[in-house]
């Protein structure tokens, strides 16, 4: 609470690139505005440039994030919920001012899913993995492994759970992630950044961009180093031709099924099986 | 073939200098051909809706010959928009009046039922895959068919344990299934795709490839043999326009497609934004990665297996031998030997090794892409062999001194056409292995078991054969990581691509 009389710090909502914060390298903002239509915030306007730098910085991290022990995966994103903890008042108020209706339920819901997918990194394999009895001496098994690089378009609603619940299968597994935060609502997610880059999440594993869907969705879409998109907060009008240029280098087209399974984890996932023979 | 223009003198034709080995003529073998008299086929074939066979409304047909003497075996229905809209309407019927609420239990006995036909009439099926498709008949016998008839009886045991393989999701089948498969496995792509596709309730309709339609239409006959309820499977034979007929359908849920990465993309947009479920299993440019400490005549073996096995008309082929530098001299030599013995020739004779290149169109394909192997100065190396007069046949190939800028090092060839590459650490070999668009499968040779661990996790492909190539079976997933496709083929990951599942909040 600010003292009587003292002039309030305002936050610049600026972009999430390779554990960075830089403003659009185009140099343009949008108004975020609340119901009423008064206006939040100035966020940062994306272009395809940011978006190719966003992609790059996530295709560079992907080989050390995937590579590190599922162990370690829990532990990092156990850690981003304790940030989420920390900082309950500074969400609470965005998710409000995003026009969320009970933003502590809103937030604690979102805590739990963040710490229900982190306890994943370990169990995937478990669950949606499989030995195969072959006919035949060899021995086989089925595991799942992340695809890659991971666009998502977040859902507008609910602003904060909608992005977490879409987020966090996407790296449990491995993959790095480029996000579209929702056009309208996009607060949460800058402050989402924020947290994230002073958790433990290496730079690179999460990015995330501000902007319009229909200058930013296109161009994720068609990328060739993309290797998924989830099209959860891709308007209906725009999700054919979403698909269309998604099938440019067969990308894996994913949208929300449930709110919490690890078949949203497996669908950012590719199974692969593994032969060798036995013999004495 | 002699079109190709060589501008090596080494290889074709300078016998290898270990030829002394080779068996000569004094050994060749007697011809051994197996007897198509155990297989009737019709002057012309209807098409097969709703459990009978139907003259095509588009009143078109098209032969199919034999790739093997050029010979026409048989003319058969070519499937017009009206005739794919009659076998959809079919299996929708099916669908809703019968198939939907049969129980489990009832529709894993029609799957037995088809498993055990398929394993009775096997040296049919066998026969005629060989006469239609070109692929060798020891193949066809002891690979295509007795892996249809387990895929059979593999999915027949889940149809009534779905519950089981998807707790608390009640798992419930999608709807109408438009699947389309390709002429490399034609009786057993017929099965990956149909098993699951019943096992989980639904109903199908199946486009074979327009070379090699004769095993699913004989697989039609049995179907109607076991009583399996009318328009439960129809078959609708044609070329790609059939096959972007079915897809474009309105009234089909899901489309399986397997066959080239161009024509699944090109069936990836004509759905989009439709909301019907895809599976794609396309293309590959597989690696075959040789250690020096590898146990050298299994790796020969599997090197020959991985990229002769069906004149590597093989999605999963392995056509991009990486060879660790050290071994490169020995090896070469061994498999030039190994290449001299491969017998190449009628398919139906039990001996054949490499049968006939399964098109006209294929065999210029494949032409076309060893001429810019020769042209982009790669050194090409055929064994002595005597090709049949007629028919389409192509001469085991290898490529030594390919680079990774070779479009035979980055294009499928589809063809029987291995380009060796090498390297010298495992982090080289994994790098160049992965530095394709593909990704559906990888070999690894070596003895020591950390490291095919290790280069298994960090291979780019759905599958790994370590110590081993080319090997499948119905309770092992197939697929692709990349272009190669998305979803899986065989096992309980094979199921997902034929269910939904309950949706909504909660945890589903």
């Known amino acids: 609470m600010a003292s009587a009389g003292r002039v309030r710090i305002r936050k610049t909502y600026k972009l999430f690139v390779g554990g960075a914060f830089p403003r659009s390298e185009s140099g ?18 994306a272009s395809r440039k940011d978006l190719r730098d966003a992609i790059r910085s996530a295709r560079g991290a992907f080989r050390s994030w995937s590579e590190k022990t599922a162990y370690n995966r829990g532990q990092i994103l156990y850690r981003v919920a304790e940030l989420l903890e920390g900082r309950r008042a500074q969400f609470e108020e965005e998710i409000a001012r995003s026009g969320g209706r009970k933003p502590a339920r809103e937030l604690d819901a979102a805590i739990d899913r963040w710490v229900w997918y982190a306890g994943w990194c370990d169990k995937v394999h478990h669950v949606m993995g499989t030995v195969n009895p072959v006919a035949g001496p060899y021995f086989v098994f ?20 909608g992005l977490v619940s879409r987020l966090a299968p996407a790296i449990v597994s491995g ?11 996009p607060l949460p997610a800058v402050t989402l950044a924020e947290v994230l880059a002073t958790s433990d999440v290496p730079p690179g594993v999460v990015n995330v961009l501000t902007g319009l869907r229909s200058e930013l969705v296109p161009h994720l879409a068609g990328h060739m180093d993309v290797n998924a998109i989830d099209v959860t907060g891709v308007p209906r009008e725009m999700r054919a031709d979403t698909e269309k240029l998604a099938a440019e280098n067969v990308k894996r087209v994913v949208f929300a099924k449930s709110d919490e399974s690890p078949y949203e984890i497996t669908a950012f996932t590719e199974m692969k099986t593994v032969w060798h023979p036995m013999g004495a | 073939m002699g079109t190709i223009r060589k501008r090596t003198s080494s290889g074709a034709s300078a016998p290898s200098k270990r030829g002394a080995i080779v068996p000569a003529s004094p050994f060749a073998y007697a011809p051994a051909p197996e007897s198509r008299g155990i297989v009737k ?29 050029e010979e026409v075996l048989s003319v058969v229905a070519d499937a017009g928009e009206e005739d794919v809209d009659r076998a959809v309407a079919a299996a929708r019927t099916a669908y809703a009046k019968t198939w939907r609420a049969l129980p489990g239990r009832e529709r894993a006995k029609y799957l037995y039922r088809i498993a055990r036909a398929l394993q009775e009439r096997a040296r049919e099926f066998a026969v005629l895959e060989t006469l239609d498709g070109g692929k060798p008949i020891k193949e066809s016998r002891d690979v295509d068919v007795p892996l249809a008839a387990a895929h059979f009886f593999y999915y027949a045991g889940w149809a009534d344990k779905l519950d089981w393989a998807f707790p608390n999701r009640r798992p419930r089948p999608l709807g109408v299934a438009g699947q389309v498969i390709p002429w490399n496995f034609p009786l057993l792509m017929a099965a990956w795709k149909i098993a699951p596709a019943l096992a989980c309730g639904n109903t199908v309709v199946l486009k074979p490839a327009e070379t090699t339609p004769l095993t699913a239409l004989l697989l039609a006959e049995v179907l109607q043999e076991v009583d399996l309820p009318p328009g439960v499977v129809n078959v609708v034979t044609g070329a790609g326009r059939t096959g972007a007929a079915l ?20 069936i990836a947009r004509s759905i989009a934004g439709s909301g019907k479920r895809l599976t794609l299993e396309l293309g590959g440019k597989a690696a075959n990665i040789l250690f020096s400490d590898a146990p050298i005549d299994q790796a020969v073996e599997g090197v020959i ?16 031998l990486l060879v660790q530098e050290p071994l490169l001299p020995v090896l070469i030599a061994k498999l030039k030997d190994r290449l001299q013995t491969l017998r190449v020739g009628d398919p139906l004779d039990k001996n054949t090794d490499v049968g006939a290149i399964n098109s006209r169109m294929q065999l210029g394909k494949i032409e076309e892409l060893v001429q810019s192997g020769i042209d982009e100065g790669a050194e090409i190396y055929q064994p002595e062999c005597t090709l049949p007069a007629k028919g389409f046949f192509f001469k085991p190939t290898l490529f030594l001194g390919v680079s990774q800028s070779h479009r035979i090092a980055r294009e499928e060839i589809f063809g029987p056409v291995l380009s060796v590459l090498t390297f010298r650490t495992p982090e080289e070999a994994v790098e160049k292995a992965n530095n394709t668009a593909y990704g559906l499968s990888a070999g690894i040779w070596t003895e020591k078991g950390s490291r095919i661990l290790w280069m298994a996790q960090r291979l780019r492909a759905g599958v790994v054969w370590a110590n081993t190539f080319n090997r499948f079976d119905p309770s092992s997933p197939f697929g692709g990581y990349k272009e190669s496709g998305f979803g899986r083929e065989g096992g309980l990951h094979g199921l997902e691509a034929y269910l939904a599942f309950e949706q909504g909040a909660g945890r589903g």
């Open chain 1, 28 to 45: 343009r903002a949008y108004p975020v505005k609340d119901a009423r239509g008064d206006v939040l915030a100035q966020a940062a306007r």
């Open chain 2, 41 to 69: 086929i019709k002057d012309r074939y209807g098409l097969f809706i709703g459990g009978r066979f139907v003259e095509p409304r588009s009143k078109r047909h098209f032969e199919t010959i034999s790739p093997s003497t």
């Open chain 2, 305 to 320: 297996n991985g990229i002769f096995f069906n004149q590597g008309h093989v999605c999963c082929a392995g056509s991009r």
């Open chain 1, 142 to 161: 089925t595991i799942p492994e992340p695809t890659g690089v991971v666009g998502i378009v977040a859902p507008d609603e609910p602003a904060l759970l």
């Open chain 2, 247 to 266: 897809v474009a359908h309105p009234d089909v849920n899901k489309v399986a497609f397997t066959g080239s990465t161009d024509v699944g993309k090109a």
């Open chain 1, 175 to 185: 993959n790095t992630a480029v996000v579209l935060a929702s056009e309208t609502k």
